[in-house]
């Protein structure tokens, strides 16, 4: 029998178990208790669903592969996601769908089919649970949220219900194109990635209840690119009253101020972008039948035609993936949003590690101060002076170290410390954290506190080397951990469950995290001595402002 939509008998089951959130501002009330049994088959959107026992904790049950969209394929490509198809029967949810299209990277089933959510939750809850929502990272090109770092176990076992998700990426999220732009009522493109997003928010927002979940309670938290997806869902009216805190985590917004349909702040725009692929496609104009050849070309021939001219989010050239300005999905620059106090004004956590640039520049070939000149005055030509006397650069070592705090700077903290400001500015409560810690892992030993190390502390995934473990898009969860680790874990994920669950991360048995203002500069220190520090990378976070300044012509 042909799979059919979900029907309004099925979606009236489904949010049966979400009639409670009428009160309190859509919270539900306490003493609502929730039993989830493994052998038992719970109702979603769709249709009926059979989780399992997480292995990692028996008195977590995980849910895996759950749709919340229709599959994105055929004529739904480069479309807003649509609702749910449903099934008869009872979908088996022990194991983790496909992943979204991507190059590489993990050994397991990838497809355009791929909009799939997982839930971890108690088994037995007498009050609802906060819930934190993971939007992973991996530049919008690569990554899952079934990913093994990612693992919601340790959080839903210290009091959430934590999902994640995955979400178009790459050329099938953020392609935009003037074919697709007419065709769409709001003349917008590409941001098709940050639509799934919204689209798995509703879903928690109508099944959360189901496992346990507060669907008044939803905190957003991601990181790099899913830092970036934080802010940017921040911005998006689409996302108004689904959600209640965020975490953004080493913030990546590279890109995400491209114009849809004209060039800026160095950008070529979006549209113009979508027709480079076209053409690798071999398909040329703006017409009904181009855009229904585009669709009808095979994923691997989309993906290479991507891949022709693949681009470098640090030169600004050739294909770069990310959200563009569309006027509707991100209404205006972003950037000049966030200054104006535009964005939903939720309670913030964000911050970045000890050294962001580190796992970037491995590949770039800086031995030395006049390297470093070069490669500064061809890339930032508009400010390089004042970076030439702020980054020292006198011998091969500090030549390396500069290249890792420039791009440190101007990638990471500029943006992570915008947001805390911005977010202050607008009345929410905000809190900023600076994770030094050196992981006891490889990577830890020749890179530091780098990028992404902090994964693995919140979600409590750190996996002794004798336990083995998977090794996803090249970061690895094993290292040679000792008490020391786990116990900074253990903080981390209270500060995180803490927030999600009251909106502040303060409680007792863990130090005191002071909140951000912009006149005091304090932030936390997430170290094996956890203390607080003031002023984190605010004179690098300055460059950044003034180079984005002079990209639009002057300041704002």
């Known amino acids: 029998m042909p799979m059919i939509r979900s029907t309004s008998i099925v979606r009236a089951v489904a949010r049966a178990a979400v009639l409670l959130v009428v009160v309190s501002g859509g919270a539900v009330p306490a003493g609502a208790q929730t039993v989830l049994d493994p052998d038992a088959p719970v109702l979603v959107t769709g249709g009926a669903v059979r989780g399992a026992v997480s292995a990692g904790n028996a008195e977590v049950v995980a849910f895996k592969g759950i749709p919340y969209a229709a599959p994105p394929v055929g004529d739904l490509r480069w479309r807003p996601p649509e ?213 009808a070309a095979s994923a691997a021939d989309v993906l290479a035609a991507s891949n022709a001219d693949a681009g470098s989010p640090f030169l600004r050239t050739g294909n770069v993936w990310a959200p563009n300005v569309d006027g509707w999905v991100i209404p205006d620059d972003p950037l000049a949003m966030y200054r104006a106090g535009r964005q939903h004004a939720v309670p913030l956590i964000t911050g970045l590690n000890g050294n962001e640039g580190s796992l970037m520049t491995r590949n770039m070939d800086i031995p030395d101060g006049a390297a470093f000149e070069d490669y500064v005055r061809s890339v930032y030509p508009e400010l390089a002076d004042e970076m030439l006397a702020h980054y020292d650069a006198s011998s091969p070592d500090a030549a390396q170290a500069a290249i890792d705090k420039v791009i440190h700077d101007l990638y990471f903290a500029g943006p992570v410390r915008a947001h805390a400001e911005s977010q202050a500015a607008a009345g929410a409560p905000t809190w900023l954290y600076h994770f030094t810690h050196v992981p006891p892992t490889p990577w830890g030993a020749d890179l530091g506190s780098h990028h992404a190390a902090e994964l693995v502390y919140v979600f409590g995934t750190l996996t002794r080397r004798e336990e083995g473990g998977e090794r996803p898009l090249g970061l690895t969860p094993v290292g040679d951990y000792t008490d020391t680790d786990t116990d900074l874990s253990a903080a981390m994920r209270g500060y995180w469950v803490q927030f999600a669950a009251t909106g502040n991360p303060n409680r007792g048995g863990l130090p005191p995290w002071p909140v951000f203002e912009p006149e005091t500069d304090r932030h936390l220190e997430l170290s094996p001595v956890i203390s607080p520090g003031t002023g984190v990378d605010a004179e690098g976070a300055a460059l950044w402002e003034a180079l984005e300044d002079n990209r639009r012509g002057g300041g704002e």
């Open 83 to 295: 609702p749910v198809v449903g099934w008869e029967g009872v979908r088996d949810a022990s194991e983790s769908g496909a992943i979204c299209v991507q190059n590489g990277g993990q050994n397991v089933t990838q497809g355009e089919d791929c909009l799939f959510l997982n839930v971890w939750a108690p088994r037995e809850t007498s009050d609802p649970r906060p819930v934190l929502f993971w939007i992973h990272g991996g530049g919008y090109t690569g990554g899952s949220g079934s990913t093994a770092i990612y693992d919601g176990t340790r959080l839903a076992a210290d009091g959430a219900v934590v999902v994640t998700i995955n979400y178009r990426l790459n050329v099938f999220g953020f392609l935009a194109h003037p074919a697709l732009s007419a065709e769409s009522p709001h003349g917008a493109s590409g941001n098709y990635g940050l639509l799934d997003m919204v689209a798995a928010l509703e879903w928690v927002r109508d099944n959360i209840a189901t496992f346990g979940g507060d669907p008044g309670r939803v905190t957003i938290f991601g990181e790099s690119a899913g830092g970036g997806a934080v802010m940017s869902v921040m911005l998006m009216p689409q996302a108004e009253g689904l959600f209640h805190g965020a975490i953004a985590q080493s913030n990546w917004i590279n890109g995400w101020d491209r114009p849809l349909a004209d060039a800026a702040r160095g950008w070529e725009s979006a549209e113009a972008q979508g027709l480079r692929v076209a053409a690798a496609l071999g398909i040329a104009g703006n017409t009904d039948e181009a855009l229904a050849a585009m669709r």
